[in-house]
T-cell receptor, first 114, second 114 residues
Framework: DAGVTQSPTHLIKTRGQQVTLRCSPKSGHDTVSWYQQALGQGPQFIFQ???????QRGNFPDRFSGHQFPNYSSELNVNALLLGDSALYLC?????????????FGPGTRLTVL | AQKITQTQPGMFVQEKEAVTLDCTYD???????LFWYKQPSSGEMIFLIY????DQQNATEGRYSLNFQKARKSANLVISASQLGDSAMYFC???????????WGAGTKLIIKP
């Protein structure tokens, strides 16, 4: 049973460019959450998708957008990249992320913006 | 405000000793969940243990136990008989019932000395 997978593993972009990160949830999971983790800090919630809709959003600008497909996989898009967007981007999946539902994490995508 | 505080940026512990990692939380939700995750240098978040706010007993998972003191709003992680492989970042996180996201602390870097 495959766990959460993310692609690519590493990515280097320049300021102003756009990037798309991909996530496939653990088998049987229908909810995908995205987190940004800057170096030396805890993760920050970007948004969560359930039934192909954004269910909740954290304090991130509109440059960050996402999508969930019918097979529950998800994409995170970041437009007009800034140096401060350099971080580890973590995808987590769960079954209806409610109280006590463990979120399973992928290995992350490390984004470097030059 | 909903917040997780981890006051120990780093800890050095001798192999085979027990270690306690501190976590305090703040929420006005009567119902919430508390999680501990381990993050090795590879970046992937590994779930360790979960405690629900209404659970009467402290959670245990193998060498991990959670010292839950609700009145003090603390949820300390205890690792018994530490091993070299326990060296990693450790994050405390909270899932309030009013919220789908995980709220994270800044983490504690644990280094086990041989």
């Amino acid at each position: 049973d495959a766990g959460v997978t993310q692609s690519p593993t590493h990515l280097i972009k320049t300021r102003g460019q756009q990037v798309t990160l991909r996530c496939s949830p653990k088998s049987g999971h229908d909810t995908v959450s995205w987190y940004q983790q800057a170096l030396g800090q805890g993760p920050q919630f970007i948004f969560q998708y359930y039934e192909e809709e954004e269910r909740q959003r954290g304090n991130f600008p509109d440059r960050f957008s996402g999508h969930q497909f019918p097979n529950y996989s998800s994409e995170l898009n970041v437009n007009a990249l800034l140096l401060g967007d350099s971080a580890l981007y973590l995808c987590a999946s769960s079954l209806l992320a409610g109280l006590g539902d463990e979120q399973f994490f992928g290995p992350g995508t490390r984004l470097t913006v030059l | 405000a909903q917040k997780i505080t981890q006051t120990q940026p780093g800890m050095f512990v001798q192999e085979k000793e027990a270690v306690t990692l501190d976590c305090t939380y703040d929420t006005s939700d009567p119902s919430y969940g508390l999680f501990w995750y381990k993050q090795p240098s590879s970046g992937e978040m590994i779930f360790l243990i979960y405690q629900g706010s209404y659970d009467q007993q402290n959670a245990t998972e193998g060498r991990y136990s959670l010292n839950f003191q609700k009145a003090r709003k603390s949820a300390n992680l205890v690792i018994s008989a530490s091993q070299l492989g326990d060296s990693a970042m450790y994050f405390c996180a909270m899932s309030p019932d009013s919220n789908y996201q995980l709220i994270w602390g800044a983490g504690t870097k644990l280094i086990i000395k041989p």
